[in-house]
């Protein structure tokens, strides 16, 4: 099966990601789910992508504690109400790595990345549908909810790639 576009990396970083998605995978396969599995191996490969990557540098298994540690931020991962959910101290524990070390490196992951909690981008997709970073846009300086917008309107914005998808097809249309 040929990788996605947002999953190619460079040739030279190819090693370091197989190493670090296979430690990701087995972790969310686990103690996580598929959509974190996935999101992992997107980050790892935007990681591979930047010129320096910062993968090139420590442990691989430090690296993809820190991808999921910084992707549980985005998503709450800590938050019981969420499922799956895990402390980040226990990710940690699963991992084999020290909290300190992987909350240094997702820092580094966070700058790197512009990451915040709910970023559109890193959203879980099971639940970008509730995430209203992902559906607010400004129109003549006023922030409007595309949910609410018409049809054609929705359609537009979306080919121009500011929401994820056109909210009454739902995710999979698309």
């Not at 996580?32 to 691989?60: I, Q, V």
């Not at 994820?164 to 698309?174: A, C, F, K, L, T």
Request: glycine letters at 4%.
């Amino acid at each position: 099966m040929p990788k996605q576009d947002e999953e190619r990396v460079p040739v030279k970083m190819q090693p370091t990601y197989d190493a670090i998605v296979s430690i990701t995978d087995e972790v969310c396969r686990e103690h996580l789910n598929d959509e974190y599995a996935t999101l992992a191996r997107k980050m790892a490969a935007a990681l591979a992508r930047k010129r320096p990557s910062p993968l090139a540098t420590g442990r691989e298994r430090t690296w993809a504690c820190s991808i999921l540690y910084a992707l549980g931020r985005v998503n709450f991962l800590h938050d019981k109400s969420q499922t799956p959910h895990m402390r980040m101290d226990e990710l940690c524990k699963r991992c084999g790595v020290s909290q300190a070390s992987a909350s240094a490196k997702a820092r580094i992951i966070h700058d790197k990345l512009e990451l915040m909690q709910l970023h559109p981008d890193w959203t879980l997709p099971s639940r970008l549908a509730d995430n209203p970073l992902a559906w607010v846009l400004m129109v003549n300086g006023i922030p409007v909810d595309a949910r609410w917008m018409p049809r054609e309107f929705q359609e537009g914005v979306y080919r121009m790639g500011l929401i994820p998808y056109i909210p009454n097809d739902g995710p999979s249309q698309h």
